[in-house]
């Protein structure tokens, strides 16, 4: 698979890399361990080297996942995770709210490695902006743990323009990890000039819409109540029936192309911007071999014309997260 650089310090990464928080949890289902285990070692075998997780997926139980099917490929994977939630550290259990005070961070990095089965890890991100901890203490502690070389890259998802700012003057920030997709545009008005200006680079998670864009998913289908799309009213059955037009649109640009739409919405990502790298989620070989299969999938100057001027005209129904969630983003 083609590579690509994340950040102006040497970051480099499979151009599509996998993102493994539904491996454990989130989408109303706890797939078997010994079931994801062989889906992560295909995803290295076919050439993915960059792989995400969270110490709050689960909370734990990703990490652990993670560290244990990349074990045997250490040395030739970048392993990204996260800190910034109030988790107790050795129980796992939720305190509630975000914690990103520096001796917590400290701490939670220790777990994150055990974890991890590494002594190092390759992108810390801090989760969300904690509003109660200044960015210049968090990037402080982070530029701490990369002196200490028990990580290399720092890290932010779903930050603001100024927080990027903020973190960048402290410890040069490689990638900000934010959701980017045809029907979650909202980076590019601020936050892609803002990347671009700084040598920053771009990870979108829910590159396919959390499933909406691959074409599987319409206003008939049911979410279990433990599904994270339950709550999301992105995902209300008039809203899905509203926001159908887009993937309308993929589909016809798929057919001609020979693709799918889920690759051709990755396929679109990719295009913009040579610092992007998105990654989309599965529990399923099949699916992850579609996902791949984008990096190949060339759209032309009209494809793309096409996309904007149809993209132009369907608006978007029902908001990306519930309300509580958004709250944390974008600060």
Same mark, same amino acid.
């Given at each position: 698979?083609?590579?690509?650089?994340?950040?102006?310090?040497?970051?480099?990464? /499979? &151009?599509?890399?996998?993102?493994?928080?539904?491996?454990?949890?989130?989408? +109303? !289902?706890? @797939?078997?361990?010994?079931?994801?285990?062989?889906?992560?070692?295909?995803?290295? #075998?076919?050439?993915?080297?960059?792989?995400?997780?969270?110490?709050?997926?689960? @909370?734990?139980?990703?990490?652990?996942?993670?560290?244990?099917?990349?074990?045997?490929?250490?040395?030739?994977?970048?392993?990204?995770?996260?800190?910034?939630?109030?988790? =107790? %550290?050795?129980?796992?259990?939720?305190?509630?709210?975000?914690?990103?005070?520096?001796?917590?961070?400290?701490?939670?990095?220790?777990?994150?490695?055990?974890?991890?089965?590494?002594?190092?890890? =390759?992108?810390?991100?801090?989760?969300?902006?904690? %509003?109660?901890? @200044?960015?210049?203490?968090?990037?402080?502690?982070?530029?701490?743990?990369?002196? !200490?070389?028990?990580?290399?890259?720092?890290?932010?998802?779903? &930050?603001?323009?100024?927080?990027?700012?903020? &973190? !960048?003057?402290?410890?040069?920030?490689?990638?900000?990890?934010?959701?980017?997709?045809?029907?979650?545009?909202?980076?590019?008005?601020?936050?892609?000039?803002?990347? &671009?200006?700084? +040598?920053?680079?771009?990870?979108?998670? /829910?590159?396919?819409?959390?499933?909406?864009?691959?074409?599987?998913?319409?206003?008939?289908?049911?979410?279990?109540? /433990? =599904?994270?799309?339950?709550?999301?009213?992105?995902?209300? @059955? #008039?809203?899905?029936?509203?926001?159908?037009?887009?993937?309308?649109?993929?589909?016809?640009?798929?057919?001609?192309?020979?693709?799918?739409?889920? !690759?051709?919405?990755?396929? *679109?990502?990719?295009?913009?911007?040579? *610092?992007?790298?998105?990654? %989309?989620?599965?529990?399923?070989?099949?699916?992850?071999?579609?996902?791949?299969?984008?990096?190949?999938?060339?759209?032309?100057? =009209?494809?793309?014309?096409?996309?904007?001027?149809?993209?132009?005209?369907?608006?978007?129904?029902?908001?990306?997260?519930?309300?509580?969630?958004?709250?944390? /983003?974008?600060?």
């Amino acid at each position: 698979m083609q590579k690509r650089k994340l950040g102006n310090d040497g970051l480099e990464v /499979s &151009a599509i890399g996998l993102g493994c928080m539904g491996m454990t949890d989130a989408y +109303g !289902q706890r @797939p078997d361990k010994e079931k994801m285990i062989p889906i992560i070692r295909a995803a290295v #075998e076919r050439g993915v080297t960059f792989f995400d997780t969270a110490e709050n997926y689960g @909370p734990f139980r990703n990490e652990e996942l993670v560290g244990e099917a990349l074990a045997p490929y250490r040395a030739q994977v970048v392993i990204a995770t996260k800190f910034g939630w109030n988790i =107790d %550290p050795f129980t796992g259990e939720r305190l509630g709210g975000l914690n990103s005070r520096p001796e917590h961070i400290k701490i939670a990095t220790e777990g994150m490695l055990k974890r991890l089965k590494t002594d190092y890890i =390759d992108l810390l991100y801090q989760h969300r902006v904690d %509003p109660e901890v @200044p960015m210049e203490d968090v990037a402080g502690a982070v530029k701490g743990l990369i002196q !200490q070389g028990k990580v290399r890259h720092f890290g932010l998802s779903e &930050a603001g323009a100024q927080s990027i700012r903020r &973190a !960048q003057a402290v410890q040069p920030v490689t990638a900000l990890q934010s959701e980017y997709s045809l029907w979650t545009r909202e980076p590019e008005a601020e936050i892609l000039p803002t990347l &671009a200006e700084l +040598g920053i680079g771009l990870v979108p998670y /829910s590159p396919l819409g959390k499933g909406f864009l691959t074409g599987r998913i319409d206003e008939r289908t049911k979410f279990d109540s /433990s =599904d994270l799309r339950s709550r999301i009213p992105r995902f209300e @059955p #008039e809203a899905l029936k509203a926001n159908l037009a887009l993937v309308d649109l993929l589909g016809r640009i798929a057919e001609r192309k020979g693709a799918t739409p889920a !690759q051709v919405a990755l396929a *679109w990502l990719l295009a913009q911007k040579p *610092w992007i790298v998105p990654i %989309p989620g599965t529990t399923r070989l099949a699916r992850l071999e579609e996902n791949i299969g984008a990096a190949s999938v060339d759209l032309a100057a =009209d494809d793309f014309r096409e996309i904007e001027d149809a993209a132009a005209k369907i608006t978007v129904r029902g908001a990306r997260y519930p309300e509580e969630i958004l709250r944390l /983003s974008g600060r």
